[in-house]
């Protein structure tokens, strides 16, 4: 059976909830390791107030015994602690609006006031909501959290296998990280962007990038930026040329593109492909020296060819654009009547990038996950392994 999941949950309801389905037996998962993911996502610099009221922390309620996975599906779960102050305005049983006080802990949370983009307007046109607190209670960004613990269960997975990953931000707003100054070592980028505000690797830059945040927070506005993904350790021949929809780089763009705000996903030399000519843009093979893997000096394919991994490091880079909720609000409409108003400030970032590279990693990590057991299919960790070092000795005596 294939891996998936699915997920559940508000930004304000009790706790956020994904089932796994497809685990194999035999996986040892730590909940601190999840939890150290999920205390990854929470920081960086131009969060808002709601990270200083969570705290959030993962819970096993099915899949898992004495800390090994049964085969059966996982149950994740994720409390939000902000519930105590919705427990009215968001109930998910009837509650009596003939109370005054009732009444009114309800329609002081109503929203009317629609937000430019966001989900806000079209969300309600389409499932004819006339409260966009139904609309922006599942569309918020809140919802990767669980993201985040789903990654981190398939991180763990993966680095049994000797899978690893790791992500970086580029750019925020016009402050931009210099190549340069970026280490090309896996294990110095993961030190050195887990010491950042800004998860960047370039400390110039770092500066640059939290005088542009304190400049959007001063004016009211919001700011956007551009991450990297980095997975190391990918064996050749994840995903499949034969039909569009098994192909490992569409894979990993719709995850992508699936996480709030991002609005373009770049693999390899991505947009850069358009200008180069073939001699430059291909990665060119070269024989084996004393090593499993056939050597190519460059990676502009980004790790993906034909739809499959080859070998090369997966390198990926997303874009994200500010976030729609400013204290300074753009014109809009109001729902009720359709008169000009002003869109509704939600308590929000003012940058969420870093944050963002977190969820990036996560998401990057179901994707290798899914098409992992796809290729090394088997009910048990121990069956599993014997498919992949059988596979290993078969493609390296090539």
């Not at 003939?98 to 802990?105: C, G, L, M, R, V």
């Not at 990918?234 to 929809?245: E, Q, T």
């Not at 994200?320 to 359709?338: V, W, Y």
Request: hydrophobic share 40%; with cysteine; charged share 25%.
């Amino acid at each position: 059976m294939s891996f998936r999941f699915l997920m559940s949950g508000e930004s304000h309801g009790q706790g956020l909830t994904a089932i796994l389905e497809g685990i194999p037996a035999g996986f040892e998962i730590n909940p601190d390791d999840i939890n150290f993911q999920l205390s990854r996502r929470q920081k960086g610099y131009g969060r808002g107030g709601r990270m200083l009221i969570e705290n959030d922390t993962v819970k096993f309620f099915a899949g898992l015994r004495h800390g090994y996975t049964t085969g059966a599906p996982v149950c994740l779960w994720v409390q939000n602690k902000d519930w105590e102050n919705w427990e009215v305005p968001m109930s998910p049983l009837p509650v009596d609006m003939d109370n005054s006080e009732i009444k009114e802990a309800v329609n002081k949370r109503k929203i009317t006031h629609v937000r430019p983009g966001h989900a806000d307007l079209s969300g309600a046109l389409k499932y004819n909501h006339e409260d966009v607190r139904n609309i922006l209670e599942r569309s918020s960004a809140r919802e990767t959290a669980i993201r985040v613990a789903v990654g981190g269960f398939a991180k763990s997975v993966l680095k049994s296998f000797g899978i690893n990953i790791v992500g970086h931000v580029l750019q925020i707003g016009n402050a931009v990280a210099d190549s340069k100054n970026i280490t090309h070592s896996f294990k110095e980028l993961k030190e050195i962007t887990e010491n950042s505000e800004v998860r960047c690797a370039d400390k110039n830059a770092e500066i640059a990038m939290k005088l542009e945040i304190d400049k959007a927070k001063e004016q009211g506005d919001s700011l956007g930026g551009l991450f990297e993904i980095v997975a190391i350790g990918v064996p050749v021949g994840l995903g499949s040329f034969v039909h569009w929809d098994r192909k490992l780089d569409a894979k990993v763009a719709q995850a992508i593109m699936s996480i709030p705000a991002i609005k373009s996903v770049a693999i390899g030399a991505g947009e850069k492909a358009a200008e180069l000519f073939g001699s430059m843009m291909h990665d060119e093979i070269y024989p084996k020296e004393n090593r499993s893997d056939y050597i190519r000096k460059t990676n502009n394919a980004g790790g993906i060819e034909g739809g499959m991994s080859n070998g090369m490091p997966i390198v990926l880079r997303a874009a994200m654009k500010a976030i729609p909720t400013m204290i300074k609000p753009l014109n809009s409409i109001n729902l009720e009547d359709g008169e000009a108003h002003v869109a509704h400030y939600e308590r929000s970032d003012v940058c969420a990038v870093p944050a963002a590279a977190v969820v990036g990693e996560a998401m990057l990590a179901i994707v290798l996950l899914e098409a992992f057991l796809d290729k090394f299919g088997g009910d048990s960790y121990t069956e599993i392994k014997n498919n992949y070092d059988n596979y290993l000795k078969m493609y390296q005596s090539r």
